[in-house]
């Protein structure tokens, strides 16, 4: 999902507001956000890496009156807006409730509207595309953290506690691993090799701190991880977390 450079969406900023639109007659779903306090430039993001912006038309000199529509512009930083060339997307009009001011719709670069939803109505309404955006995310973030991909990384859920991670590795002999959660937790796992041929694979991992960013190590006593594998293939199977539970890997293919 490209992301404007200075103002990404996967980065530690959060947006001071965002909303998913989803069309179901073309069965597609973006989201939109602005970083900007005054509202003054936002951001549409879809699942096929384009990105373009929204600059609001405003009613009046008074925002509180709301706007008619966006005006669409595209941003080398922020990445391709190719509906502009292509269909001759440079307004998209815009609906809203009279009385909450919330955002209803959006005519988007077919000329068909898109409905707004919140996170929590997206994630109960859509679960397959509420998937989908996670793993786009999380592909942004472990790439961003030192601005290269893993050389290996697998997500891993955990259908007890309905939730899912990501293990990832950037080091070519598999030294270390790097676990993060939907919630920006980070741990630091190790393998505990069960001897020195790395074929006959691992043990575990034993779990450590990274700048205090792993809560389960202090707060469930969590600083070790017992790991299974498929015997033939070596592929993993699962990983235990730090409430005891078995988490199954996942690729992915699998997880999206």
């Known amino acids: 999902m490209a992301v404007a450079e200075d103002q990404g969406y996967m980065e530690e900023i959060t947006p001071v507001w965002y909303n998913f639109i989803v ?5 597609t779903w973006a989201v939109i956000a602005t970083y900007d306090e005054e509202f003054n430039k936002f951001y549409l993001w879809t699942p096929d ?6 600059t609001p038309d405003w009613k009046t000199d008074n925002k509180e009156d709301n706007i008619w529509g966006f005006f669409v512009s595209s941003e080398e930083e922020a990445g391709s807006c190719p509906y502009i060339d ?11 409730d009279e009385e909450t001011m919330d955002p209803i719709s959006i005519v988007g670069p077919w000329g068909n509207d898109w409905s707004f939803l919140e996170e929590e109505e997206f994630k109960e309404q859509y679960s397959e595309w ?6 786009l995310m999380y592909e942004e973030t472990i790439e961003d953290e030192v601005g290269e991909m893993p050389v290996w990384y697998n997500f891993i859920v955990s259908d007890e506690l ?6 990832a590795t950037y080091e070519d002999d598999f030294s270390v691993f790097y676990l993060w959660t939907p919630s920006d937790d980070t741990c630091i796992l190790t393998p505990d090799w069960k001897s020195d041929d790395p074929n006959e694979n691992i043990w ?8 205090d960013s ?6 469930l006593g969590w600083t ?12 993993p199977v699962s990983v235990s977390g730090p409430y005891g539970n078995e988490w199954r890997f996942m690729e992915e293919s699998t997880f999206s």
């Not at 890496?49 to 929204?54: F, G, H, K, R, T």
């Not at 292509?86 to 809203?96: L, S």
């Not at 509420?130 to 793993?135: H, K, S």
């Open 23 to 27: 069309n179901g007659e073309l069965n």
């Open 49 to 54: 890496d384009n990105a373009c912006v929204l």
């Open 86 to 96: 292509e269909q001759g997307w440079t307004y998209a009009f815009y609906t809203y």
């Open 130 to 135: 509420w998937d989908v955006f996670n793993t």
């Open 162 to 167: 309905s939730t899912w991670a990501v293990i």
């Open 204 to 211: 575990g991992f034993f779990v450590s701190d990274w700048d």
């Open 214 to 219: 792993c809560p389960f190590i202090e707060e």
């Open 224 to 235: 070790y991880a017992n790991y299974t594998f498929d015997e033939e293939t070596g592929q």
